[in-house]
């Protein structure tokens, strides 16, 4: 199972950027979704989590300046954010938990937890 992540990019001070997250259309169910990001010499954080049922999870720093939204039947979740500030800059993670999908080999489904590649925010002034 991977997830497609896409968006990040450079914007200036006060700028916005959206990135988008996609599980394959194959996987049976995926509970919560979100990104988290890591920038250099610091550890991974929170930034927004969405479960299936639509409730959302934000870190301390979002301060209302992002928003994250979930279409459950294309398994995507996508962050918008304005505001961005340089200390906003990291790359950024997507992470689904418990993604429920069934092995080539047969068998019950299956639960996993995934990360998706990184995408690179650049907030300069």
């Known amino acids: 199972v991977q997830l497609q992540a896409s968006g990040g990019g450079s914007v200036k001070v006060g700028g916005s950027l959206r990135l988008s997250c996609a599980a394959p259309?194959?996987?049976?169910?995926?509970?919560?979704m979100g990104w988290y990001r890591q920038a250099p010499g610091k550890q991974r954080e929170l930034v927004a989590t969405?479960?299936?049922?639509?409730?959302?999870n934000y870190g301390d720093f979002v301060k209302g300046r992002f928003t994250i939204t979930r279409e459950n039947a294309e398994n995507t979740v996508y962050l918008q954010m304005n505001s961005l500030k340089p200390e906003d800059s990291a790359v950024y993670y997507c992470n689904a938990d418990r993604v429920g999908y069934y092995s080539d080999f047969g068998g019950p489904p299956r639960y996993v937890e995934v990360w998706g590649q990184g995408t690179q925010v650049t907030v300069s002034s």
């Open positions: 259309g194959s996987i049976i169910s995926v509970n919560i």
């Open positions: 969405v479960n299936s049922g639509g409730k959302r």
